[in-house]
């Protein structure tokens, strides 16, 4: 399954993340979160292991909340396309501090590697910008990542949309913390709100 | 004194209100900012009230899951929010309320209530029946209001045990306190 013209996922999110500042970060379920895991434990992550389809709500609600903060869901092609209409929601919305990106190994790699709907005709990119995010692109080498990387902390010129199409590789897991509450409340006393 | 008086009047204008607008006011007070809702016509006066109050921001949804979501974020970035939505859209949330779970924040959702009372249509019976148990399996509490004397009392317990006691709970507005809606003269 491997292409050599696709990026490695692990090498992508590392550079996104590399220079994140306050960014958050917020990994939807299966390999993002191991990818996000990988480039280190952060107390501004926040991996989801299920609740398939909420990665960009869980960040459009906090980028509305917090208006100054760089928020970015790096999320997988199956997990983006079952929360599809959040792209519209996100599009009505326009929050500018909302970056939101999918590492796309047209695959269901958790699950044996079943192809997904982008290996076919579902364009991502086409679809997020038809939804109403204008900045909607596909990032297809290293050095437009490291630019965008650092678009994500330009709070005022968002929301943006990322399509990386990844090499389908299975790679060594890296587990992240699974404890919602731990990571809620490490995330919340990092932004400076206490537990109730 | 003068913030005491302010409390006072505010309670007073809260029971003089429609229910819809008696829901508003607690909202307000408890200091809900994020609004998002799959639109129903019982819930039409509340989100006009939203859409017309500056503080608070009316989130339209494509559907009901998504609000769950929203409302995790939007406490992670310190705000508290209040999901509404028709009867027919709780099994749209089934799966997306395992969050309210596993991260113990603040859920509260206003469901108006279809399938019951006098209904007409046969294909809001089917969710309308389950929309309790559906929730109560998924870890939710639910608190009920069927008459305009008693949603105050029932919006106050349902936000205070969502907001204070992290208890995830859905308050249901019969369709007896709606009113039928009327498809034939």
New interface residues.
């Given amino acids: 399954m491997s292409n050599a013209n696709h990026l490695d996922r692990r090498q992508v999110v590392a550079t996104l993340l590399a220079d994140r500042k306050g960014a958050v970060a917020i990994g939807g379920l299966g390999a993002s979160t191991y990818d996000i895991a990988a480039a280190g434990d952060h107390d501004r992550n926040l991996y989801l292991w299920g609740a398939m389809g909420g990665a960009v709500m869980i960040g459009l609600g906090l980028a509305l909340a917090q208006p100054e903060l760089p928020v970015v869901v790096i999320t997988g092609d199956g997990e983006m396309l079952m929360g599809m209409g959040s792209l519209a929601t996100v599009g009505l919305q326009q929050p500018k501090n909302l970056t939101i990106v999918v590492l796309d190994n047209e695959s269901y790699g958790e699950t044996g590697g079943q192809p997904s709907h982008t290996a076919a005709a579902a364009d991502l990119v086409g679809i997020a910008r038809a939804c109403g995010i204008s900045d909607s692109r596909a990032l297809t080498t290293q050095m437009e990542l490291k630019t965008f990387a650092k678009s994500l902390h330009e709070v005022s010129a968002g929301p943006r949309f990322a399509n990386v199409k990844i090499d389908a590789a299975n790679l060594e897991r890296v587990l992240s913390n699974r404890d919602g509450r731990f990571i809620l409340t490490r995330l919340r006393g990092s932004l400076g709100f206490k537990p109730i | 004194m003068h913030a005491h008086s302010d409390a006072s009047a505010e309670q007073a204008a809260e029971r003089t209100a429609s229910w819809p607008g008696e829901i508003f006011a607690i909202l307000k007070r408890l200091g809900v900012?994020?609004v998002p809702y799959v639109p129903d016509a019982g819930h039409a006066e509340l989100i006009n009230r939203v859409l017309a109050e500056p503080s608070m921001?009316a989130?339209?949804?494509?559907?009901e899951?998504?609000?769950?979501?929203?409302?995790?974020?939007?406490?992670?970035?310190?705000?508290r929010?209040v999901l509404l939505m028709q009867s027919s859209g709780v099994g749209n949330c089934i799966?997306?309320l395992?969050?309210t779970q596993?991260?113990?924040?603040?859920f509260l959702t206003l469901v108006t209530m279809r399938g019951e009372w006098g209904e007409f249509n046969p294909w809001q019976v089917p969710m309308g029946s389950s929309t309790q148990g559906a929730f109560e399996l998924s870890g939710v509490k639910v608190l009920r209001a069927s008459h305009p004397s008693e949603v105050r009392e029932v919006m106050e317990a349902a936000a205070n045990q969502a907001f204070?006691a992290?208890t995830p709970t859905a308050m249901l507005l019969s369709q007896r306190l709606i009113g039928t809606r009327v498809f034939v003269k």
Avoid at chain 2, 59 to 63: A, G, H, K, Q, Y
Avoid at chain 2, 65 to 79: F, T
Wanted: no cysteine.
């Fill in positions: 900012r994020q921001r989130i339209p949804l494509t559907t899951q998504e609000g769950i979501a929203l409302l995790l974020g939007a406490w992670a970035g310190g705000q929010g799966n997306m395992a969050l596993i991260f113990s924040f603040p204070h992290l």
